[in-house]
């Protein structure tokens, strides 16, 4: 069965990065594409970025250059790291496989920007 | 880049009853296969978030004969029949046939 965790932070300060961990069972992650989302207050929901079986990476213009997704093979596990966050990046974040369909999903983290 | 469209914030409906959701997207999601890259997706608390339907009608495993989705071109609808008290649920379309992708604002399904 495949799974997805997230893990992070909670809380982050304005103008800080925000880092985030997937934790990924019953699947290798240099197979697939490897995605994170979030979903703000209100529910409305972004997809950010990719990170594909390959290492290679697509982000979502939006993000610009504030974004980075990397992996750790030997872990099986997948990075979100969002530099200079603002209270618009208060959301809950999602880990999630596929690319054309979102197969499996992480539970999801909620993250605040506060000082 | 593609902007889907959910009219409905909310429906409000009995258990038993059939129910539409619908789905408009800005331009064509028709790809050169032939297939729609269109896909739902209910959430529900407490829950992981699970792919109901791709490429517009096709159901994933495990996912009941109730849900069905429908339509081509820039109008989608994916419809419950006789719906259970587990279906009530945020469901939102996505498409994937430009990057980026993108999602609808969401239906909120609740029990009238």
């Known amino acids: 069965e495949v799974q997805l965790q997230e893990s992070g932070p909670g809380l982050v300060k304005p103008s800080q990065s925000l880092s985030l961990t997937c934790s990924v069972t019953g699947y290798s992650i240099t197979s697939n594409y490897w995605g994170w989302i979030r979903k703000f207050p209100g529910n409305k929901m972004e997809w950010m970025g990719y990170i594909s079986y390959s290492g290679s990476t697509s982000y979502n213009p939006s993000l610009k250059s504030r974004i980075s997704i990397t992996r750790d093979t030997s872990k099986n596990q997948f990075f979100l790291q969002l530099n200079s966050v603002t209270t618009e990046d208060t959301a809950t974040y999602y880990c999630?496989?596929?690319?054309?369909?979102?197969?499996?999903w992480g539970q999801g983290v909620m993250v605040t920007v506060s000082s | 880049q593609i902007t889907l469209t959910q009219q409905a914030e909310s429906l409000w409906i009995s258990p038993g009853e059939r129910v539409s959701i619908t789905c408009r997207a800005s331009q064509s999601l028709l790809y050169t296969d032939g297939k729609h890259y269109l896909s739902w997706y209910q959430q529900r608390p407490g829950q992981t978030t699970k792919a109901l339907i791709y490429h517009a009608s096709v159901r994933t495993d495990g996912v009941p004969t109730r849900f069905i989705g429908s339509g081509s071109g820039t109008e989608f609808t994916l419809s419950i029949e006789h719906v259970q008290p587990e279906d009530f649920a945020i469901y939102y379309c996505l498409q994937t046939l430009k990057s980026p992708s993108t999602f609808g604002s969401g239906t909120k399904l609740e029990i009238k």
């Open positions: 999630a496989s596929g690319r054309r369909v979102f197969d499996y």
